[in-house]
């Protein structure tokens, strides 16, 4: 493969995670990882099953 992208696809210097993640990261002593941000889930409405 020949091609360089400008930018990475793979851009690693801004990552979301919610708390769980960001708890797990911690249990594993890898809580300072640079680029990791914490964001709060968004909710989402449920919507009703019925037939």
């Known amino acids: 493969m020949d091609f360089v992208p400008d930018v990475s ?7 979301e995670v919610d708390k769980e993640t960001l708890d797990m990261l911690t249990a ?10 914490r964001v ?5 409405q449920q919507i009703p099953f019925g037939r």
């Open 9 to 15: 696809a793979i851009r690693t210097d801004h990552i």
């Open 28 to 37: 594993l002593g890898m809580s300072e990882i640079p680029g990791v941000v």
């Open 40 to 44: 709060d889930p968004v909710p989402v």
